[in-house]
């Protein structure tokens, strides 16, 4: 059996895990001049939908900021503008040729991108478990614990292996991917696992519909077997009950988030949100609720440096983006991401599960794996097809 990959891509790959999402910037800027290379030069495409609505998206909200009296250069909330960037970004790599055209594009790039990304990813977690070593227990979620994984979360580790997955053919390579996401990610992850496990053989294509059914039906049974177990674990490990979920601090910030967006929001903050720099008072916040105890804690939590709480608090891609940027900003988010990540919507469908209890795509480490991915992708390196 033969086995190739790209070694300067997983050492890109291995390089960003390092150092999270400090890449973001430089790949920003790298993405940009590659877009205006191939769009605005050499391509004669014009979407015309795309591009009003992307113009009005990334024209009015720096406009509404520089007709705000209350905000300068000083007290910009440089995080939320980044997801900003980051929604525009998405929109511009989703039309990309070919992205939702081909989609045996990618089964054809495990040279360049599956098998450098999970090799990277399997190196990085032997490092990671050789740092929590001897102690057994910090093994699952090593990347909440381990020093070489201190710019990230177990979320976001897991995502990036569910990104993996999306990218292999090789059946071992996916198996090592999930394994991966299992113990390094939590219980999050584990659901998202489920939700692409439970639709990905519907999606297959060539088997007929009744053999889709009942693979189909096999794999949820098998998933709800091995996983459910796992989430319960994950749940015990952090002091949770699903029982008990009103005191799921999930449950309670979602809880803040909509009672202070029903009394705060009008007609047009529900349409266009408030904008990247309407951190929201603390005291605004909780003032409006009689707190127990654990409620006072998940406050805290929410709390940011400057004692106000930002749309990435809210731990919920959704809630996140309807903040800054209302229905409008919601639309282009899905829009785009759906056109994005249409080559393999079992995976687009456990994102969608990911965000509903994380910010994923909207943070600055997660968005420079996507950039690199659909970058690299789309340079259209001559390669020959790869055998394993």
Same mark, same amino acid.
């Given at each position: ?41 050499f391509?004669?495409k014009i979407?015309?939908?795309d591009?009003i609505?992307l113009?009005?998206?990334?024209? =009015? ?52 991108? $599956?098998?450098p ?6 190196t ?18 090593f990347?909440d ?14 995502f ?21 996401a ?14 692409y ?16 059914? @009942? ?10 077997? @091995?996983? =459910?177990?796992?989430?319960?674990f ?33 007609? @047009? ?5 408030? $904008?990247?720099?309407s951190?929201?008072?603390? $005291? ?12 006072e ?14 749309g ?18 919601? =639309? ?6 759906y056109?994005l ?39 259209n ?8």
């Amino acid at each position: 059996m033969r086995f190739k990959f790209d070694v300067l891509i997983y050492t890109f790959f291995l390089f960003t895990l390092l150092t999270g999402g400090r890449l973001f910037i430089p790949l920003v800027i790298i993405f940009a001049l590659i877009y205006i290379y191939k769009k605005l030069i050499f391509s004669k495409k014009i979407f015309k939908f795309d591009v009003i609505l992307l113009s009005f998206f990334t024209l =009015f909200y720096p406009i509404q900021a520089l007709l705000n009296p209350d905000i300068n250069l000083s007290n910009l909330d440089i995080v939320e503008w980044k997801v900003y960037l980051v929604i525009i970004i998405l929109a511009l790599i989703s039309l990309e040729e070919n992205n939702s055209q081909d989609n045996t594009t990618y089964k054809k790039l495990d040279f360049k991108l $599956g098998n450098p990304l999970i090799i990277a990813l399997f190196t990085f977690t032997l490092v990671c478990i050789f740092q929590v070593f001897p102690n057994i227990y910090a093994i699952y979620r090593f990347a909440d614990r381990a020093p070489a994984a201190e710019r990230i979360i177990s979320t976001y580790f897991g995502f990036i292996c569910l990104f993996s997955f999306s990218l292999l053919s090789n059946i071992y390579l996916k198996i090592l991917s999930l394994f991966l996401a299992i113990i390094g990610g939590g219980g999050s992850i584990t659901i998202s696992i489920f939700v692409y496990m439970s639709t990905y053989f519907f999606y297959l294509k060539n088997i007929t519909t009744k053999r889709k059914i @009942i693979i189909s039906f096999i794999s949820i049974l098998l998933s709800t077997l @091995i996983l =459910f177990p796992v989430f319960q674990f994950s749940q015990l490990r952090r002091g949770r009950s699903i029982a008990d979920f009103q005191n799921v601090d999930r449950f309670i910030i979602f809880s803040y988030a909509f009672k202070y967006i029903d009394d705060n929001f009008n007609n @047009i903050d529900y349409i266009f949100g408030k $904008g990247p720099d309407s951190n929201v008072e603390l $005291g605004v916040l909780m003032e409006q609720f009689s707190l127990t105890r654990r409620e006072e804690q998940i406050g805290k939590y929410l709390l940011a440096e400057s004692d106000s709480v930002s749309g990435k608090n809210f731990h919920n891609d959704f809630l996140r983006i309807f903040a800054h940027f209302g229905i409008f900003g919601l =639309f282009i988010f899905i829009r785009y991401s759906y056109l994005l990540f249409s080559y393999d919507v079992p995976f687009y469908l456990s994102i969608l599960i990911l965000s509903l209890f994380n910010s994923i795509i909207t943070t600055t480490f997660c968005f420079a794996f996507i950039i690199i991915i659909f970058t690299y992708k789309n340079l259209n390196f001559k390669f020959k097809k790869n055998i394993i």
